[in-house]
């Protein structure tokens, strides 16, 4: 019986550690995933005429004109991360980046194994934010408890 206790007890401390390290892991995968796409926005506007380019030439964006789908592809690379960054939105700006993610697989014909990998990554670690939420270290956990403090 002492062996169970013993074995339960150590359970216990380490999920204590990982309870207290969850928020800095939560940090970590929405500055990792914000990081990958602000990225990519920024070499966008690095080289407009190149970015226009390969939305007229290499990307099939239904729907869109290809400049359309240049500006508001850039745009959501570069506003989306800023939220997820701050975990403000966090959920809905998580949701409209994976479903972003999406449409890059789609309309990207050429995507290598390697980049689908890539894209499959981000996307899980999307909804992971979505379903797990931003965590402890974000504004929206402290605009909730914000809110639920003014409520009392």
């Known amino acids: 019986m002492n062996l169970i206790a013993d074995v339960s007890k150590a359970y216990g401390r380490v999920v204590g550690w990982l309870n207290l390290a969850a928020p800095l892991f939560d940090l970590g995968v929405r500055l990792y995933v914000a990081d990958v796409f602000f990225r990519s926005g920024l070499v966008k506007l690095q080289s407009w005429d190149a970015t226009l380019f390969l939305f007229e030439d290499e990307f099939a964006v239904p729907l869109l004109p290809p400049e359309i789908a240049a500006y508001l592809g850039t745009a959501a690379e570069l506003t989306l991360p800023v939220f997820i960054a701050l975990g403000f939105g966090t959920r809905l700006f998580a949701l409209a980046l994976a479903l972003f993610n999406v449409m890059a697989v789609i309309s990207y014909p050429g995507l290598s194994p390697a980049g689908l ?23 929206d956990d402290w605009l909730c408890r914000w809110r639920a403090r003014g409520a009392r």
Do not use: N, Q, R
Not at 124 to 138: D, E, R, S
């Open 117 to 139: 990998k890539d894209h499959i990554l981000w996307g899980t670690l999307l909804l992971v934010i979505l379903f797990h939420g931003p965590g402890k270290l974000a504004l």
